[in-house]
């Protein structure tokens, strides 16, 4: 099955080293004829490859700006050669990227000096999506609820819950991630204003997991965002309007008005937003080896206790994304001075539309499951294979060196029972090899 990645390699800047291999989560990546290989059925689009990679190798294939202002961004002028009504969705993170002195506000208005016609911040549907998942932590109406329910704010999480925690998979809410509530509320809002116009929605991204979901959504469907453009690409050309200076327009933008709004940027933010008032506790987990270790934890069952994990891919949140421009560091300082300087309470949206947003954030169809790591469809033969795997790890040296094009010895063994490696890719078993045809050559002298 052909699946979509906006993660790619530039082949031409590849060395061929070794290190996004032994840094990718799950083991996506091999070095296979001096050039890395991204394993499509694998690949979860996190990212950590495009900030490991000391070569630029690695990539996201996100819009420009020229074009997602451009006529030829998702949507054209339509039969009349109207324009389409461009509004654009700034995620929570963006407010990170630049100094404090800059107000929300000032963002937005660069974000139209840019040439958008309107924001929708997807900060204004996060209490939407914190309440539709809340919603699960009534055990009396869902008395055979999973413990702990996961996040599905995080399509990189979900993913890899899918490949490498499949038993985890019913744990994740069925509530669509808060960009995909953000398009659809967006064209509702400015639908008026847009007339006979269609809108066209842009989210600026802050990490490539969403712009796979934007044109591959996990599960089925089309997504409401037309066009993604990466966070690091509007970031000068927006500090640029900011330092200049830039009137507020707030007739054509939809503002932020609660702390907890635009907490969703870091980690922690929306686990405080969701789960505040619930009796059991929540954990939040930043960066993608402490998930795993976490995940790993849930599957044990040794979470039985908890009732929500909030699990971020990118260290310190989505203000870590591998596509953010700011020190992810200092992006969160920020946004935590952000939400101090907002008022508790007081959601951007109006109480009733919130309430009808609740329902529109639930999913109709559970997350599947993918198969990226059986071995084969019968079971019989995946059984021996995996024992087959078993012995040949016993022969390899247990170095983990990365030499032979594999992240470790265990994927090389299962590389080799696949058919696309050989025993002799491991550099210690082809000297060995070497050294005997040597004595027998020579008689060991």
């Given at each position: 099955?052909?699946?979509y990645?906006s993660?790619?390699?530039?082949e031409?800047?590849?060395?061929g ?6 840094t990718?989560p799950?083991?996506?990546i ?5 050039k ?8 979860i689009?996190c990212?950590i490859c495009?900030r490991?990679?000391?070569h ?10 020229v ?8 949507e ?5 050669g109207r ?7 700034p995620?929570?993170?963006?407010y990170?990227q630049f100094?404090?002195?800059?107000s929300?506000?000032d ?12 924001v929708f ?5 996060t209490p939407?999506i914190a309440r539709?998942t809340?919603s699960f932590?009534?055990?009396v109406?869902?008395?055979d609820?999973?413990?702990p329910?996961v996040s599905?704010s995080?399509?990189t999480i979900?993913k ?5 925690f ?5 744990n994740?809410?069925?509530v669509?991630?808060?960009?995909e509530?953000?398009?659809r509320l ?17 989210f600026?991204?802050p ?5 796979t979901?934007s044109?591959a959504p996990?599960?089925?469907?089309e ?5 993604v453009v990466a966070m690091?690409?509007v ?8 330092t200049?200076g830039?009137?507020c ?5 939809v503002?932020?008005s609660s702390p907890?709004?635009i ?8 686990a405080?937003?969701t789960a505040?008032?619930?009796?059991g506790a929540?954990?939040?987990v930043d960066?993608m080896d402490?998930c795993i270790?976490i995940?790993?934890?849930a ?7 908890i009732s929500?994990?909030e ?6 949140g989505?203000?870590?994304?591998a596509?953010t421009a700011a020190?992810p560091s200092m992006?969160?300082?920020v946004?935590r ?10 959601d951007t949206?109006?109480?009733?539309r919130?309430?009808?947003?609740v329902l529109e954030?639930?999913?109709k ?5 993918r198969?990226a790591?059986?071995?084969?469809p019968d079971?019989?033969k995946?059984?021996s294979?995996?024992?087959e795997?078993?012995r ?7 170095l ?7 992240p470790?010895c265990?994927a090389l063994a ?5 058919g696309?490696a050989?025993?002799?890719?491991c550099v210690?078993i ?6 005997e045809?040597l004595?027998q050559?020579?008689?060991g002298?």
């Amino acid at each position: 099955m052909t699946r979509y990645h906006s993660v790619i390699l530039d082949e031409e800047a590849c060395k061929g080293c070794t290190v996004c291999v032994t840094t990718c989560p799950v083991e996506a990546i091999r070095v296979l004829e001096g050039k890395a290989r991204i394993r499509a059925e694998r690949c979860i689009d996190c990212g950590i490859c495009i900030r490991r990679c000391p070569h630029h190798a690695k990539k996201a294939l996100s819009a420009d700006l020229v074009s997602a202002l451009g006529p030829g961004a998702g949507e054209a002028a339509d039969d009349a050669g109207r324009p389409p009504f461009r509004v654009v969705l700034p995620a929570p993170s963006l407010y990170g990227q630049f100094p404090e002195r800059f107000s929300v506000a000032d963002i937005h208005a660069a974000l139209l000096e840019l040439g958008f016609d309107a924001v929708f911040p997807v900060a204004a549907s996060t209490p939407a999506i914190a309440r539709a998942t809340a919603s699960f932590f009534d055990k009396v109406r869902h008395p055979d609820l999973p413990r702990p329910l996961v996040s599905s704010s995080c399509p990189t999480i979900i993913k890899l819950i899918q490949i490498r925690f499949p038993s985890l998979v019913a744990n994740v809410v069925p509530v669509i991630a808060p960009m995909e509530l953000s398009g659809r509320l967006a064209r509702e809002v400015f639908a008026p204003e847009a007339g006979a116009r269609s809108v066209h929605c842009t989210f600026i991204s802050p990490c490539p997991g969403k712009i796979t979901e934007s044109v591959a959504p996990i599960g089925g469907g089309e997504s409401s965002v037309d066009c993604v453009v990466a966070m690091k690409d509007v970031h000068l050309p927006l500090l640029q309007i900011l330092t200049k200076g830039v009137a507020c327009r707030s007739s054509v933008s939809v503002s932020v008005s609660s702390p907890a709004e635009i907490a969703w940027g870091r980690a922690g933010g929306e686990a405080e937003a969701t789960a505040h008032g619930e009796k059991g506790a929540w954990i939040a987990v930043d960066g993608m080896d402490q998930c795993i270790r976490i995940l790993e934890d849930a599957e044990n069952g040794r979470l039985s206790d908890i009732s929500f994990l909030e699990l971020m891919a990118c260290t310190d949140g989505c203000v870590g994304g591998a596509l953010t421009a700011a020190n992810p560091s200092m992006a969160r300082h920020v946004l935590r001075k952000r939400e101090e300087a907002l008022k508790p309470g007081g959601d951007t949206l109006s109480g009733d539309r919130i309430e009808e947003s609740v329902l529109e954030s639930f999913r109709k169809e559970p997350y599947p499951s993918r198969s990226a790591l059986l071995l084969d469809p019968d079971y019989a033969k995946a059984l021996s294979m995996m024992e087959e795997m078993e012995r040949i790890v016993e022969r390899l040296p247990g170095l983990d060196c990365g030499c032979c094009g594999a992240p470790n010895c265990h994927a090389l063994a299962e590389d080799i029972v696949r058919g696309t490696a050989e025993l002799t890719d491991c550099v210690i078993i082809l000297k060995e090899q070497y050294r005997e045809l040597l004595d027998q050559e020579y008689g060991g002298t």
